[in-house]
């Protein structure tokens, strides 16, 4: 069956870093793009980054608010998609989702805290 397993978050400091990454199984992960969304508390679930795949080409989108700080990527060998979080504000505080939309299916989340 289709899983989404995410990993990678915590608590940094404003400023920071963290690398996202989701693990995936149970489809061919380089036939299907794949996207991150991310839920802060209070608000609703609001995309993040989406990668296409690679047969379209690995284009990549971002949300304006994480344009020129977030990056996307995958390692089809590792069935992986990651999502690179540079110069991290308070406002990024959230659970980080992996989505692939084919499948309707979404991770378990992971938790970034962004505080001095």
């Known amino acids: 069956q289709v899983q989404l397993v995410e990993s990678g978050g915590g608590l940094v400091q404003p400023g920071g870093s963290l690398r996202l990454s989701c693990a995936a199984s149970?489809?061919?992960?380089?036939?299907?793009?794949m996207s991150w969304y991310r839920q802060a508390p209070g608000a609703e679930r609001e995309l993040v980054a989406s990668?296409?795949?690679?047969?379209?080409?690995?284009?990549?989108n971002y949300a304006d608010s994480v344009k020129g700080r977030f990056t996307i990527s995958r390692d089809n060998a590792k069935n992986t998609v990651y999502l690179q979080l540079n110069s991290l504000q308070p406002e990024d505080t959230a659970v980080y989702y992996c989505?692939?939309?084919?499948?309707?299916?979404w991770g378990q989340g992971t938790q970034v805290t962004v505080s001095s």
């Open positions: 989505h692939v939309a084919f499948w309707g299916k």
């Open positions: 149970g489809f061919t992960f380089s036939r299907y793009g």
């Open positions: 990668i296409t795949s690679t047969g379209t080409g690995g284009s990549t």
